[in-house]
T-cell receptor, first 115, second 114 residues
Framework: EAQVTQNPRYLITVTGKKLTVTCSQNMNHEYMSWYRQDPGLGLRQIYYSMNVEVTDKGDVPEGYKVSRKEKRNFPLILESPSPNQTSLYFC??????????????FGPGTRLTVL | AQSVAQPEDQVNVAEGNPLTVKCTYSVSGNPYLFWYVQYPNRGLQFLLKYITGDNLVKGSYGFEAEFNKSQTSFHLKKPSALVSDSALYFCAVRPVSNTGKLIFGQGTTLQVKP
């Protein structure tokens, strides 16, 4: 089954404790992206990757890191989480290369709480 | 700044009636436009997209959207609402100048009552 998976689905942590949220897709998609969803703000893009070893900042990259060493994986790293990073996080992927018309497939979401 | 606005936090409609969920955007050029739906405790699902051509785009589950360039709008519509359409709807825009970015609106909760 074609899908985007995220782990963990739920995470409660404390301020300053490094964490990684994994994202994996099995569709051989080139493009992957991370978003956070907050009430009243919709989804905001954190980082995206057009291909392996190519990443770029979205609208809210502060406090986050990403890497794209393999096509299928795009982990989101919070080196020193803070309470304002409490949010619902979504990973997405698409076949997009240069046409920009591809739709994105979203993972199920990771609910992160930083105390 | 580039932005997408969904002016209604919630839209209420009776089952069987037509529905409209509004979206306007402020992006230079001719962007690509999308609608996504989110059911409770689920990720987003693609509904439809406008790239070019006919201003009326048909999508999944009987939804359609009308692109209006002069009003920079991309309203989502359905002729006859179902209770199962109740969900959170997001409009999104991909600027042509940056193919990697996707800008979302704030979301509109659609409530369809029997």
């Amino acid at each position: 089954e074609a899908q985007v998976t995220q782990n963990p689905r739920y995470l409660i942590t404390v301020t300053g404790k490094k964490l990684t949220v994994t994202c994996s897709q099995n569709m051989n998609h080139e493009y992957m992206s991370w978003y956070r969803q907050d009430p009243g703000l919709g989804l905001r893009q954190i980082y995206y990757s057009m291909n392996v070893e190519v990443t770029d900042k979205g609208d809210v990259p502060e406090g986050y890191k990403v890497s794209r060493k393999e096509k299928r994986n795009f982990p989101l790293i919070l080196e020193s989480p803070s309470p304002n990073q409490t949010s619902l996080y979504f990973c997405a992927s698409s076949l997009l290369q240069f046409t920009s018309t591809d739709t994105q497939y979203f993972g199920p979401g990771t609910r992160l709480t930083v105390l | 700044a580039q932005s997408v606005a969904q002016p209604e936090d919630q839209v209420n409609v009776a089952e069987g009636n037509p529905l409209t969920v509004k979206c306007t955007y402020s992006v230079s050029g001719n962007p690509y436009l999308f609608w996504y739906v989110q059911y409770p405790n689920r990720g987003l699902q693609f509904l439809l997209k406008y790239i070019t051509g006919d201003n009326l785009v048909k999508g999944s589950y009987g939804f359609e959207a009308e692109f209006n360039k002069s009003q920079t709008s991309f309203h989502l519509k359905k002729p006859s609402a179902l209770v199962s359409d109740s969900a959170l709807y997001f409009c999104a825009v991909r600027p042509v100048s940056n193919t990697g970015k996707l800008i979302f609106g704030q979301g509109t909760t659609l409530q369809v009552k029997p």
